[in-house]
């Protein structure tokens, strides 16, 4: 059963970048089959998608977040990462990742970032 | 993109069946059959229950079922159990090789 953790600072100040890691344990990152997503959810509030990245470093961004992420895989690693610039206050969430593939996502337990001074 | 809509809120009592619906487009939810739904339990980690509108991963109880009709999914919860209290969120591909989630719903058992 693949295992994924999501790691990063806990508190990030407004203006600056955004950047977590997660790591895949007990399952492959290269198959072709799976692809990688980062989710978040601030407190109160639904789920949104941020985005996806494939292996190959093909990406696909939600268009309301599109201008200011950027995702990327380490195959070396085992890890997969995002970067959110000039983030807010709005931007404070639970971030998940996800591994995705045809019958469905595996989550990561998420970490919690907060924006603030 | 515009997050599918769902009701903020169901609730039934127990043993009785509810149905979530999940209203989107036909740029999403009725274009594709890659519709799936979560179980989200506050501090807990998103449970899939259904996915490609209607396959349940093994280990899920066939109390919950998925369909589609149009640009509309549905999540029915039969047999409705004090556990079930928990969000659901529906997800979509879309158009744009990206995907959606629904505004979510509280299931409340009375």
């Known amino acids: 059963q693949v295992h994924l953790q999501e790691s990063g600072p806990g508190l990030v100040k407004p203006s600056q970048t955004l950047s977590l890691t997660c790591t895949v344990s007990d399952g492959s990152i290269t198959s072709d089959v799976y692809y990688w997503n980062w989710i978040r959810q601030p407190a109160g509030k639904g789920l949104e998608w941020i985005g996806r990245v494939f292996t190959s470093g093909r990406a696909n961004y939600n268009p309301s977040l599109r201008s200011r992420v950027a995702m990327s895989v380490d195959t070396s690693k085992k890890q997969f990462s995002l970067k959110l610039t000039s983030v807010t206050a709005a931007d404070t969430a639970i971030y998940y990742c996800?591994?995705?593939?045809?019958?469905?996502?595996?989550w990561g337990q998420g970490t919690l970032v907060t924006v603030s001074s | 993109q515009s997050a599918l809509t769902q009701p903020a809120s169901v609730s039934g009592s127990p043993g009785q069946s509810i149905t979530i619906s999940c209203t989107g487009t036909?740029?999403?939810?009725?274009?594709?059959?890659?519709v799936s739904w979560y179980q989200h339990h506050p501090g807990k980690v998103p449970k899939l229950l259904i996915y490609?509108?209607?396959n349940r991963p093994s280990g899920i109880s066939n109390r919950f079922s998925g369909s589609k009709s149009g640009n509309t999914a549905s999540l029915t919860i039969s047999g409705l159990q004090a556990e079930d209290e928990a969000d659901y969120y529906c997800n979509s591909y879309t158009d744009s090789n990206t995907y959606v989630f629904g505004t979510g719903t509280r299931v409340a058992v009375l």
């Open positions: 996800a591994r995705g593939l045809s019958s469905g996502w595996n």
């Open positions: 036909s740029l999403d939810v009725g274009g594709y059959k890659y």
């Open positions: 490609d509108v209607s």
